[in-house]
């Protein structure tokens, strides 16, 4: 009998996740105080797109264990994917008041300032995420962004340019350089 190949619509990675939520599940039913236990399945739904269940579970981690930073983030990652900005930017938040060297924190919660029209405090953001590591494309393109909605296009042409190299997709930015861009003219 031969094994069974990889499915090309990768059915047998979610199979493969769906097992580990049902195994987890389990762990959590027999000890239902077992943070770690409610971090990974929360982990593993955000990897199914399930963010209500993601959310819950890390409501949870949050609850056991106060001071995890990551449960934070993550919960905040499961907001984004809900376009629930403002309790992303407060997990976000808390993640950085836990860790402050939480690059990705910093990252996220720019994107969702500037999703929320505070491309100020984005810029903050994204500067402290550059500080603490000069090569996350997001980064450099969420500041290319917010300097072209604020007026600063010299800037803002060397951020979408330093994005690109380090490979964020140049039609992509360019697209949203254009939406800032109209989003100044019309305030």
């Given at each position: 009998?031969?094994?069974?190949?990889?499915?090309?619509?990768?059915?047998?990675?979610i199979a493969r996740l769906q097992s580990a939520v049902e195994e987890l599940s389990v762990t959590?039913?027999?000890?239902p105080d077992d943070a770690d236990a409610y971090y990974s399945r929360g982990v593993i739904y955000g990897?199914?797109?399930?963010?209500?269940?993601?959310?819950?579970d890390f409501d949870q981690v949050v609850r056991l264990d106060p001071k995890n930073a990551e449960a934070y983030y993550n919960r905040g990652l499961a907001y984004i994917h809900l376009k629930e900005?403002?309790?992303?930017?407060?997990?976000?938040?808390?993640?950085i008041q836990l860790n402050p060297d939480h690059v990705d924190a910093y990252n996220n919660r720019a994107a969702s300032l500037w999703d929320l029209g505070r491309p100020q405090q984005a810029l903050k953001d994204v500067d402290q995420a550059i500080k603490l590591n000069d090569q996350i494309p997001?980064?450099?393109?969420?500041r290319a962004?917010?300097?072209?909605?604020?007026?600063?296009d010299d800037?803002?042409?060397a951020d979408a340019e330093k994005?690109?190299?380090?490979?964020?997709?140049?039609?992509?930015?360019?697209?949203?350089i254009r939406q800032a861009e109209r989003q100044r003219k019309s305030t």
């Amino acid at each position: 009998m031969q094994n069974p190949q990889p499915q090309p619509d990768g059915s047998n990675e979610i199979a493969r996740l769906q097992s580990a939520v049902e195994e987890l599940s389990v762990t959590i039913e027999n000890n239902p105080d077992d943070a770690d236990a409610y971090y990974s399945r929360g982990v593993i739904y955000g990897q199914l797109v399930e963010p209500l269940a993601a959310i819950r579970d890390f409501d949870q981690v949050v609850r056991l264990d106060p001071k995890n930073a990551e449960a934070y983030y993550n919960r905040g990652l499961a907001y984004i994917h809900l376009k629930e900005h403002l309790p992303a930017v407060e997990d976000f938040t808390q993640a950085i008041q836990l860790n402050p060297d939480h690059v990705d924190a910093y990252n996220n919660r720019a994107a969702s300032l500037w999703d929320l029209g505070r491309p100020q405090q984005a810029l903050k953001d994204v500067d402290q995420a550059i500080k603490l590591n000069d090569q996350i494309p997001s980064a450099y393109a969420i500041r290319a962004l917010a300097n072209t909605y604020l007026g600063d296009d010299d800037t803002a042409k060397a951020d979408a340019e330093k994005a690109s190299q380090l490979g964020f997709d140049g039609d992509l930015l360019r697209h949203f350089i254009r939406q800032a861009e109209r989003q100044r003219k019309s305030t």
